[in-house]
């Protein structure tokens, strides 16, 4: 049986973080889900260097007070180091990436990001948010919150996104991570159902990019489904 990896998302660093801020009866779903995630599976997770500088970049780099500066940042650094000590106690670790080429990785997510994606594959997200939209339609008394629910799949079916950002690189990280470790199942963790279908996509298909081999071992799950996975 292969060794497991996961690489985890962004949202799963700023989720976690989020909840050291919030009381648990204000816990969104996406909190309980990353704070489950970190304490199950934290031994098995390596966190890429560039998904690390995008969490910092976020949590203190915007949404800056700018008239109480140095108080919201003293907050924000407390924070921040309560988060570390948890992943320390979880055992989580950053990824080895001293045999991975950051060129390489840069040149690759260029190269997918500016090719036509599979007509599969658009199908199937636009399946996905098409029946969500008609499952929300069905219910009589729609709540503010299953509205405004409704109302963002709708505007996604016209203005939806792929491996739109940052996307593209942790993608193409997770990739050549997995050349450098063929003999590990490496899994992308991620709150974005939009990248975990088009990793999936690629998983269960073997397609291949233009000018790219896609390796078999690299598959995505939502923090949501992984957290609920029974453990063998």
Known sequence: MNKTIYLPDTNLLFNLAESIVLEKKYFGHWHRNSVNFWK???????IPSLVWAEFCGLWFHKNVDLENYDFWFRNRLSVFLQMYQLLKRYKVNM???????????????????????PAELIKKIAGRINKTIKNIRKKENRSYEQEQHLQRNMKNLKTGKILDGLDSVIVTFAYEFAK???????????????????????????????????PDNVSAYLTQNLVKKKIK
Do not use: W
Not at 40 to 46: E, H, P, V
Not at 185 to 205: A, C, L, P, Q, R
């Open 40 to 46: 199950r599976y934290g031994k098995q997770t390596q």
């Open 95 to 117: 990824c080895d990436e001293s045999n991975i080429l950051f060129q390489s990785v840069l040149e690759i997510a260029s190269e997918i990001t500016s090719q036509k994606m």
């Open 180 to 214: 450098k470790n063929p003999e590990t199942d490496t899994i992308v963790v991620s709150d974005d159902k939009f990248m975990v279908e088009t990793v999936n996509y690629f998983y269960d298909t073997m397609e291949h990019f233009n000018n790219y081999v896609v």
